[in-house]
């Protein structure tokens, strides 16, 4: 089972990497972008072909490893059936 798990800075956090890329945007001509908000993804190949237990062992690794759950929130999409 093929997931991505997208990972944001809780909103009430200073994202001060997006700050900067909204301030480079506006410098090279993009004005209409209000703000940025910079995350990190992560393509996991799962074995299991159960899409519950995908996202029981995703939301495991992202509560462990993956996020920071004091400063992050996440996001958990299933893609799809792994390739052969």
């Not at 944001?8 to 200073?14: F, G, H, N």
């Not at 074995?47 to 004091?70: I, Y």
């Amino acid at each position: 089972m093929k997931a991505r798990v997208t990972i944001y800075p809780r909103p009430e956090v200073l994202d001060p990497q997006g700050k900067a890329v909204h301030q480079a945007l506006t410098r090279v001509g993009f004005d209409g972008v209000n703000s940025v908000r910079v995350g990190k993804s992560f393509d996991i190949e799962l074995k299991t072909r159960s899409q519950p237990l995908a996202m029981k062992q995703l939301e495991a690794m992202c509560d462990k490893l993956l996020a920071n759950r004091v400063m992050e929130v996440y996001e958990i999409e299933i893609l799809g059936k792994a390739g052969k």
